[in-house]
């Protein structure tokens, strides 16, 4: 064929598809999809027990459904105090970081958490103590060191999902949960770029990054479902006079079916959880799903544009259900 009949092919074939670009409706393109079997999450814990406290049935309900779970402690748990008096006898403080460390296995096993990542820290205590002054502590590592290690290890499992600790932690501000804050939000940003920590792997870009909460409707409703049952509630007034993170909330995951999940990894820190605590275990799992089925999350950092995170969401936008909404 000539040049000419090829520059004439080539010409009829871009009026046809200016035509057939006038004829088809505009469509936005949507995020890339996933299906659930790709589906990663990883959550950033402190201490052993934060895991079992915050998010296990969350957790529990994505593995259920074919999702990989991640969970990386910070800590060893080591400055922990022994609440439990079953437990509170010299051998189990004499080997308290061995203990723990099994009570955080066990309880990985009952949440359903396919990896567990020792960040590799010492737990730091509370201000003032000597386990906060010790150069090994997690609050005094060096920031770069320690997002260093998150970096690696988000980008070895690629999650769309990050799981971390708020910027308002006025109702108990331990050293290691700020601390897990301020390193999971720089990670969040330095695991894509890849002239960041070039030695921690290909790069990966999260999707999300939720914040977790611990709603006041939560403690209302436990706290009435004591008095309806005619039960000492143990949600004194210290609990109602936290600061309210309510309107921050974007996110509840319905946990209804798996809260023998989150009882059974809270009984397995038997150091730190007594199994007559009435806090803890005062309502059986199926009254407390009645009352309050979900657990709560701020969607704090999204790139998904059909999910925007809490400052860009727009007023009166519908609670999201789903941490994976967006990507699926």
């Known amino acids: 064929m000539s040049t000419n009949g090829n520059r004439r092919d080539v010409l009829r074939f871009r009026a046809r598809c200016r035509w057939l670009r ?15 079997a790709d589906l990663r999450l990883l959550s950033v814990h402190a201490h052993p027990d934060d895991e079992a406290s915050k998010g296990a ?51 990985v096993a009952i949440i359903g958490f396919q990896t567990l990542d020792m960040l590799g820290y010492r737990d730091s205590g509370m201000p003032d103590s000597a386990e906060n002054a010790d150069p090994r502590c997690f609050a005094r590592a060096p920031l770069d060191e320690a997002v260093g290690r998150l970096v690696a290890l988000i980008r070895r499992d690629r999650p769309q999902v990050i799981i971390t600790y708020g910027d308002d932690q006025q109702g108990y501000p331990h050293p290691d949960h700020l601390r897990v804050h301020e390193i999971s939000l720089v ?32 403690f209302l409703a436990m706290h009435q479902g004591f008095l309806d049952a005619g039960l000492e509630s143990p949600f004194d007034q210290k609990w109602f006079e936290r600061p309210s993170q309510d ?11 798996f809260y023998p999940a989150r009882s059974g990894a809270l009984k397995a820190h038997a150091t730190q959880i007594d199994p007559e605590s009435p806090f803890w275990f005062g309502l059986p799992d199926d009254v407390v799903a009645d009352l309050y089925p979900w657990e709560d999350y701020e969607l704090a950092r999204s790139r998904v544009p059909s999910a925007p995170s809490a400052a860009d969401r727009p007023e009166g936008a519908e609670v999201e259900t789903d941490l994976f909404a967006g990507l699926r």
């Open 22 to 36: 006038r004829q088809a409706p505009i469509v936005a393109v949507p995020f890339p999809l996933v299906t659930t």
């Open 57 to 107: 049935g969350t957790v529990a309900r994505y593995v259920a459904e074919g999702v990989h779970a991640t969970l990386v402690c910070c800590t060893g748990g080591e400055a922990g105090e022994v609440l439990n008096p079953a437990m509170d006898r010299p051998e189990v403080h004499a080997n308290l970081a061995a203990v723990r460390q099994a009570e955080l296995a066990a309880s």
């Open 187 to 218: 990670a969040w940003d330095a695991a894509g770029d890849p002239d960041q920590f070039p030695e921690a792997g290909e790069p990966w870009t999260p999707s999300k990054l939720y914040y977790s909460a611990w709603a006041r409707a939560r």
């Open 247 to 257: 309107h921050r909330i974007t996110t509840q995951v319905d946990v209804r079916d």
